[in-house]
């Protein structure tokens, strides 16, 4: 499984937290979790722990998923 790549993140301001993928918007995060995603951002893989936060990472089953007889057309 390759690892993530194309994932950034801006502080605002208002100590928000927006994170984007390739370019767009992939979510906001504000008050706690802005915290808590900062603090574990710095503490390991930033790559990774972006794509975690926003959902944007492969589990590894897709082919699996992609051959079951009930997805085959």
């Not at 928000?16 to 503490?43: C, D, W």
């Amino acid at each position: 499984m390759p690892k993530p790549h194309g994932f950034s993140y801006e502080m605002r301001a208002d100590r928000s937290v927006v994170l984007t993928h390739q370019g767009r918007a992939a979510g906001t995060l504000r008050g706690g979790r802005a915290e808590k995603f900062l603090a574990e951002v710095e503490s390991g893989d930033a790559q990774l722990v972006m794509a975690r936060w926003t959902g944007a990472y492969k589990f590894g089953n897709e082919r699996a998923a992609r051959n079951h007889p009930r997805n085959r057309r």
